[in-house]
Nanobody
């Protein structure tokens, strides 16, 4: 059974950093693509970053590309999202998402598996 557990969220001041972790079980990244989405209050979910099965990394906008880094540790079955220079507009619930697919757009499918999310709040 595919399972995802996020951790690492919290309250941080503007300009601060957080590292989110997504520990997974029930699959390997040899066959699955995995990534991070987020949803802010009153807004639609949006993609943050993704590592495809074939190890192609995607950031969904330039601001994220400049400040966030996605990485994976296959030995620990964990994917990380390092977030630096956080801004109030980064406040959201961050979700880890995965699916057996070769490419990041595949995570948009209704058949993707989502974790329970971790809250990130950026505020002074």
């Amino acid at each position: 059974q595919v399972q995802l557990v996020e951790s690492g969220g919290g309250l941080v001041q503007p300009g601060g950093s957080l590292r989110l972790s997504c520990t997974f079980s029930g699959f390997t990244l040899d066959y699955y693509t995995i990534g991070w989405f987020r949803q802010a209050p009153g807004k639609e979910r949006e993609g943050v970053s993704c590592i495809s099965r074939i190890n192609v990394i995607t950031y969904y906008n330039d601001s994220m590309k400049d400040r966030f880094t996605i990485s994976r540790d296959n030995a620990k079955n964990t994917v990380y999202l390092q977030m630096n220079n956080l801004k109030p507009e980064d406040t959201a619930v961050y979700y880890c998402v995965t699916r057996r697919t070769s490419f990041c757009p595949g995570l948009q499918s209704n058949s993707a598996t989502w974790g329970q999310g971790t809250q990130v709040t950026v505020s002074s």
